[in-house]
C-alpha cells in the first residue's frame, strides 16, 4: 500500500508529459518525481566517470550509488548530482542519447526500481516516467498515459529544445525521437506500454490548460481529494 496518493503518467517523449506532469503537481501542491532525470543523471555520471553507456553491468554498480538529489520547495524542479547541480547538464541531445542507453539494461533498472519506490512515498505527489503504473508502481491508484501524433511530439521537443538554448532542427528532432522510441518499445526489460488499468489520453488537439483542467478532475475524483 502506498503511505499517500500517487499518480502515475507514462507514455512517449514529446506526449507533452514533462510540462503535464509539473503543471499537474503544482495545481494539486504534489510533488514531482521526474523519472527521467533520474536515467539522464546516471547516463551523465557514467560518463563522468568513464563508464560506457553499454557496459550494463558497471552501469548498475554505478545506479546503486548514484548520489542523486531533487530539490524541494524553492528548488523545486533543481537536480543534483552530489554537489553539482545538473538540471540542464542532463537535457541535452547527448545526454539524451545516453539516458536512452542506459535504461535499456536490465541491471540498470533493477536497481533504479527501489529509489524510484523510495522517493515516491516521500508524499503525495506526480511520478513522470515510462514504467511507473506498468513496473514501478503497479499498485498506483490512478496511472494516466498520455499521447500524442509523431508531428505534434516533434515539434514540442524542438521547441523545448530551443527554449533552452539547445539548437536543435526538426527533422533531426524527429528522427532522434523515433530511435528513442523503438528502442524504449522494443527494450526486453519493461518496454514502454500503457497499463491496462491506465486512462489513456490524447494531447494533440489540446492547450495545457485544457489538459490539467481535466486531468485535475480525474485525479480528485479517483484519489477523493
Ligand atoms: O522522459 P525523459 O526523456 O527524460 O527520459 C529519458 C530516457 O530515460 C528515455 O530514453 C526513456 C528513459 N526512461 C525510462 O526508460 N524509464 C523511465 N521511467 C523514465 C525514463
Redesign the pocket.
Known amino acids: 500500500m502506498l503511505p499517500y496518493p500517487v499518480i502515475a503518467i507514462?507514455g512517449p517523449?514529446g506526449a507533452g508529459?514533462?510540462t503535464v506532469a509539473r503543471a499537474l503537481a503544482r495545481r494539486l501542491g504534489f510533488f514531482l518525481l521526474?523519472?527521467?532525470?533520474?536515467?539522464?543523471s546516471l547516463a551523465l555520471f557514467a560518463e563522468q566517470q568513464g563508464v560506457s553507456w553499454a557496459d550494463g553491468p558497471r552501469l548498475g554498480s554505478l545506479a546503486e550509488q548514484l548520489p542523486i538529489r531533487f530539490g524541494r520547495g524553492d528548488e523545486d524542479g533543481v537536480v543534483y548530482l552530489a554537489d553539482q547541480t545538473v538540471t540542464t547538464a542532463i537535457r541535452t541531445p547527448e545526454v539524451?542519447l545516453g539516458?536512452?542507453q542506459?535504461?535499456?539494461h536490465p541491471e540498470v533498472?533493477s536497481m533504479l526500481l527501489g529509489l524510484?519506490r523510495q522517493l515516491s512515498r516521500s508524499g503525495p505527489c506526480v511520478v513522470?516516467?515510462?514504467?511507473?503504473g506498468t513496473v514501478?508502481l503497479p499498485d498506483a491508484p490512478l496511472k494516466i498515459f498520455l499521447t500524442a501524433s509523431p508531428e505534434v511530439r516533434a515539434q514540442r521537443r524542438q521547441k523545448e529544445l530551443e527554449a533552452r538554448g539547445v539548437r536543435a532542427d526538426v527533422s533531426d528532432t524527429r528522427r532522434e525521437q523515433e530511435e528513442?522510441d523503438r528502442?524504449?518499445l522494443t527494450?526486453a526489460t519493461?518496454p514502454?506500454k500503457c497499463a491496462d488499468d491506465a486512462v489513456l489520453f490524447d494531447t494533440s488537439d489540446r492547450s495545457l490548460e485544457q489538459v490539467i483542467d481535466d486531468l485535475a478532475i480525474i485525479a480528485q475524483t479517483r484519489l477523493s481529494l
Open positions: 507514462d517523449a508529459k514533462s521526474d523519472t527521467g532525470a533520474i536515467y539522464r539524451s539516458a536512452s542506459v535504461s535499456a533498472r524510484q513522470e516516467g515510462r514504467d511507473i514501478v528513442r528502442r524504449d527494450r519493461a514502454l
